[in-house]
T-cell receptor, first 113, second 111 residues
Framework: ETGVTQTPRHLVMGMTNKKSLKCEQH?????MYWYKQSAKKPLELMFV???????ENNSVPSRFSPERPNSSHLFLHLHTLQPEDSALYLC????????????FGSGTQLSVL | SQQGEEDPQALSIQEGENATMNCSYK?????LQWYRQNSGRGLVHLIL?????REKHSGRLRVTLDTSKKSSSLLITASRAADTASYFC???????????FGSGTQLTVLP
């Protein structure tokens, strides 16, 4: 176990649904991340949170909305997704945003029908 | 184009053999990291090498870094079937605020 827990492990949703992915870490890490992993493509960084700020990747569509309500939890709210959004969504954390040693959760495999 | 690219895309070897994977990148880096991912799971950090280091070891893993050639290699010695996984390099570019991952090498170790 890496200390980063993601739920649910699998999610199937329609294009009009609203759902949320949850990530929890009890490692005391300041930085948390959302990554998207599609088949045959490199990991794509979606969002980065330090304790003080959210750093957004400008290419992420607004149908993805992150939230970090406290230091241990990170959510990714999903609404009106497209079939091409089907992918493995990975949460990660690190001590800070110095880009050293990320701890990943097991991911949520998302299918959009 | 992506910062880190692994080579080969896929590698199949017999148990007990050594496995070598390579990573090339384009811009100056602060550090380079290797991660492992079992099918359908998250990535696990293996080793980090800084730009001023040339070689690091961790158990059966050996990582080299050649900043003049902008390349790194990961060597797994005496491979085991349990080493079957995808291996990714990630670069922390001096000019960027984020790690950039490659597409990975799929390693299959046959028993």
């Amino acid at each position: 176990e890496t200390g980063v827990t993601q739920t649910p492990r699998h999610l199937v949703m329609g294009m009009t649904n609203k759902k949320s992915l949850k990530c929890e870490q009890h490692l005391g890490h300041n930085a948390m991340y959302w990554y998207k992993q599609s088949a045959k493509k490199p990991l794509e960084l979606m969002f980065v949170y330090s304790l003080e700020e959210r750093v957004e990747n400008n290419s992420v569509p607004s149908r993805f909305s992150p939230e970090r309500p406290n230091s241990s939890h990170l959510f990714l709210h999903l609404h009106t997704l497209q079939p091409e959004d089907s992918a493995l969504y990975l949460c990660a954390s690190s001590q800070d945003t110095a880009n050293e040693k990320l701890f990943f959760g097991s991911g949520t495999q998302l299918s959009v029908l | 184009s992506q910062q880190g690219e692994e080579d080969p895309q896929a590698l199949s070897i017999q148990e007990g053999e050594n496995a070598t994977m390579n990573c090339s990148y384009k811009t100056s880096i602060n550090n380079l990291q290797w991660y492992r991912q079992n099918s359908g799971r998250g990535l696990v950090h293996l080793i980090l090498i800084r730009s001023n280091e040339r070689e690091k070891h961790s158990g059966r893993l050996r990582v080299t870094l050649d900043t003049s050639k902008k390349s790194s290699s990961l060597l797994i010695t005496a491979s085991r079937a349990a080493d079957t996984a995808s291996y990714f390099c990630a670069t922390d570019a001096a000019s960027a605020r984020q790690l950039t991952f490659g597409s990975g090498t799929q390693l299959t170790v046959l028993p």
